[in-house]
């Protein structure tokens, strides 16, 4: 897989998609996304042949985004096609453990040359992160996205150990959101972690919403009142 995505390209279909979501350019090349391209030689896992195909037929022509550790070691993909709503993420069972963010490790460069003072903005998934980086104009601040609407024991782990100054939880405004935000407060809390919740918009809201109703316009005024 790490060798047929890095023959892949983006198509412009999949590039000119994913601006329209909110994506910036120049983020879609830190994080590798491409557009999955069948390679000529089949895969050698015989369990992976058998649920994607030989040649990884089940990925063709959706949108790969790459996941990684701390260290950039290859974790996994998030994937998805074209103007659908049929995400799916593939973690590979040989990789070590490892919280799992969307926007590692670029974000890892901040935390490094912040320690202690770096902000996180912890959102949901890829389109949510996307929008987000239209509102974060300061190199201290920082967006991961967990996928779910939930912290798990890795992520705390990751938060507690790198020590951000906050962090901001900003999931979906929807009940799942609520239950996650509440969940991830007190999980933080008890390590010591100083967070917030962080409402915006309106009942049922995300991130990506925000940005389809009125672009980064929309996007910098739901979170003005929380930028530092």
């Known amino acids: 897989m790490t060798r047929a995505l890095r023959e892949s390209d983006l198509s412009e279909d999949a590039h000119d998609f994913l601006l329209?979501?909110?994506?910036?350019?120049?983020?879609?090349a830190r994080w590798g996304v491409k557009t999955f391209d069948?390679?000529?030689?089949?895969?050698?896992?015989?369990?992976w042949r058998k649920r994607f195909g030989p040649h990884g037929e089940f990925f063709e022509n959706k949108i790969v985004f790459p996941l990684y550790d701390l260290g950039g070691i290859f974790l996994g993909f998030d994937v998805r096609s074209?103007?659908?709503k049929d995400p799916l993420r593939v973690m590979f069972p040989d990789k070590?453990?490892?919280a799992v963010w969307i926007g590692m490790p670029e974000a890892m460069s901040s935390v490094c040359q912040h320690p202690?003072?770096?902000?996180?903005?912890?959102?949901?998934?890829?389109?949510?992160a996307f929008a987000r980086h239209h509102a974060i104009q300061h190199p201290q601040h920082v967006v991961l996205g967990a996928g779910p609407a939930h912290l798990n024991h890795r992520h705390i782990e990751f938060l507690a150990r790198w020590s951000p100054y906050a962090v901001h939880i900003c999931f979906d405004q929807d009940a799942a959101g609520r239950r996650g935000t509440a969940r991830a407060l007190?999980?933080?809390g008890k390590r010591?972690?100083?967070?917030?919740?962080v409402p915006y918009g309106r009942d049922g809201d995300d991130p990506g919403s925000i940005w389809d109703r009125g672009g980064a316009a929309a996007i910098r005024e739901a979170f003005s009142h929380f930028v530092i």
């Open 192 to 197: 010591g972690v100083r967070c917030q919740a």
């Open 96 to 98: 070590p453990w490892s």
């Open 38 to 47: 069948v390679p000529v030689e089949p895969c050698p896992d015989p369990e």
């Open 186 to 188: 007190l999980d933080l």
């Open 116 to 128: 202690g003072q770096w902000v996180a903005w912890v959102v949901e998934g890829v389109f949510a």
């Open 82 to 84: 074209v103007g659908k």
């Open 20 to 28: 329209g979501r909110g994506a910036l350019a120049s983020v879609l």
